[in-house]
């Protein structure tokens, strides 16, 4: 059979992604009930392939995998035989020869779920691959939207902070975009990849003008360990610019919509009370 895999959102069309968040629907109802299990992965074998460090994004594919019935393998690849000299080709193999069903991966490296959904027969999830992209959060934060505003056309949605090294931004204006809403990214210019020209975003480096009339206010967590000291000079002067606080969000549309894909650095990149008004 022909696998299929889920690696860029920018490969996917406006009808796959209606299709996405339309079929999430009866899921939310799945999750609110009492009991929990379907048996619709009954017999089919999922492996968690994180080779990067994740509590939310792990534990929801491990929720989900098991909810649905199937038989879910957490590899602990700190353990692997990766730390024993033996190359990602090779562990990918003898994964291979198991004869998975799926295989969720999560990398440090850009590209990697791709050249591993060549060596495979399974289908292929990108759970984030370094800076590249992030496909299933943007599904998840498209699906936020969704619920809130019934529809794409017309919303005007902020991203805001470190899009250089966001996998999480690049998978939002892929699929938002494409969903038919406009988009504008605010940032430091160290922090605004050289490629954006490519996207269909419109760049502004000043908070207030870029957030003028957003409905929707999508902050990102500054990667501290990547970029404090080299792109900007340090949290306090980042927060006095860009950090999201009420009067920055007061630039915005009245009953702006404030999103954050988590972990938050709070005091940074999002005023610790506005993070908690909900």
């Known amino acids: 059979y022909k696998s299929y895999h889920l690696i860029e959102s920018k490969k996917l069309t406006k009808k796959e992604i209606e299709c996405f968040l339309n ?3 009866k899921y939310i109802k799945f999750n609110k009930e009492k009991y929990k299990k379907s048996k619709l992965l009954k017999g089919r074998s ?10 939310r994004t792990r534990t929801s594919f491990e ?15 700190k353990d692997s035989s990766i730390n ?23 990398h440090p490296e850009a590209g990697i779920s791709k050249k591993i959904s060549r060596i495979v027969k399974a289908c292929v999830i990108n759970a984030g691959d370094g800076s590249h992209e992030h496909p299933t959060q943007a599904l998840l934060d498209a699906l936020t939207i969704k619920r809130k505003f019934k529809n794409f056309d017309g919303l005007k949605i902020a991203i805001c902070g470190d899009i250089l090294h966001s996998r999480v931004a690049r998978s939002n204006i892929e699929i938002l975009s494409t969903l038919g809403s406009s988009i504008n ?6 922090l605004i ?24 206010v999508m902050m990102l967590r500054i990667q501290k360990e990547r970029i404090v000291g080299t792109h900007i000079p340090n949290e306090k002067e980042y927060f006095k610019k860009y950090g999201l606080d009420y009067k920055k969000l007061s630039y915005a549309k009245k009953k702006a919509f404030v999103m954050h894909p988590g972990p938050m650095n709070r005091g940074v990149e999002i005023d610790t009370t506005l993070a908690d008004d909900i």
């Not at 999922?46 to 509590?55: A, G, K, M, V």
């Not at 989900?64 to 690849?77: E, H, M, T």
């Not at 198991?98 to 295989?103: F, T, Y």
């Not at 990214?185 to 160290?190: E, H, L, R």
């Open 185 to 190: 990214v605010i940032g430091p210019k160290s």
């Open 23 to 25: 079929e999430s629907e």
């Open 63 to 77: 929720v989900a995998a098991k909810r649905l019935g199937a038989d879910l393998i957490n590899v602990a690849l």
């Open 84 to 106: 024993k000299g033996e190359t990602l080709l090779d562990t990918m193999t003898t994964i291979n020869s198991m004869n998975p069903d799926v295989l969720i991966v999560r």
């Open 193 to 216: 990849p050289k490629d954006i020209k490519y996207l269909k975003v419109n760049v502004f480096h000043d908070m207030k003008k870029g957030l003028n009339n957003c409905d929707i």
């Open 46 to 55: 999922i492996f968690n392939l994180f080779f990067e460090d994740s509590t």
